[in-house]
């Protein structure tokens, strides 16, 4: 599995991004995302919680989500996203 694991975790922080580039999901080291849809900045909100390899999520509304790293792939619900590269 792509990523470094922290513990039993894989490391998720960082820039998570659709193909297309329509949707960027930023988790930060806290705990919490941040969710831009297209132009919408900060469309969604919230915190999210690592168990190994799987992501639970609460936007700031309640709602509730979740995901997987598979092959260093996000899978959050419908969508796939992937690391956005590090400016080295």
Excluded: C, K, N
Excluded at 25 to 44: F, I, K, T
């Amino acid at each position: 599995m792509a990523g470094t694991v922290e513990g039993d975790h894989v490391d998720v922080v960082g820039m998570w991004v659709t193909a297309d580039g329509h949707i960027r999901q930023e988790l930060l080291p806290d705990g919490r995302y941040d969710e831009a849809r297209g132009a919408r900045r900060s469309a969604y909100t919230g915190r999210y919680t690592v168990t190994g390899s799987h992501l639970d999520y609460v936007d700031d509304t309640g709602f509730t989500a979740t995901g997987d790293i598979r092959d260093g792939v996000l899978y959050h619900e419908h969508l796939v996203l992937y690391r956005e590269q590090r400016p080295s």
